[in-house]
Nanobody, 114 residues
Framework: QVQLVESGGGLVLAGGSLRLSCAAS????????MGWYRQAPGKQRELVAA???????NYAESVKGRFTISRDNAKKTVYLEMNSLKPEDTAVYYC????????WGKGTLVTVSS
């Protein structure tokens, strides 16, 4: 059974930082592309950052220079380091694993207060 479990969300003041983690089980983690998506109230889910099995990364324009995605294949974990957080970053953040099928975590809430 595939499980993606996010952690690290919470309430932070604007300008602050958070580090999200996503622990995977039930998949051969190292061969999967991993990503972080977010969904704000009333909005569609959007890609925040992704990292390929080979370590290539891409980011949404709105988070470039502020967020960093990384992975630890030995720990089967993907991270999202978020700095200089803004109120508009407030959303539920979801972990995604993709090979030929998409798997999703249940999400972790990030709230950025001004």
């Amino acid at each position: 059974q595939v499980q993606l479990v996010e952690s690290g969300g919470g309430l932070v003041l604007a300008g602050g930082s958070l580090r999200l983690s996503c622990a995977a089980s039930g998949i051969t983690f190292r061969i999967y592309a991993m990503g972080w998506y977010r969904q704000a109230p009333g909005k569609q889910r959007e890609l925040v950052a992704a990292i390929s099995s080979g370590g290539s990364t891409n980011y949404a324009e709105s988070v470039k220079g502020r967020f960093t995605i990384s992975r630890d294949n030995a720990k089967k974990t993907v991270y999202l380091e978020m700095n200089s957080l803004k109120p508009e970053d407030t959303a539920v953040y979801y972990c995604n694993a993709n090979l030929r099928t998409d798997y999703w975590g249940k999400g972790t809430l990030v709230t950025v207060s001004s």
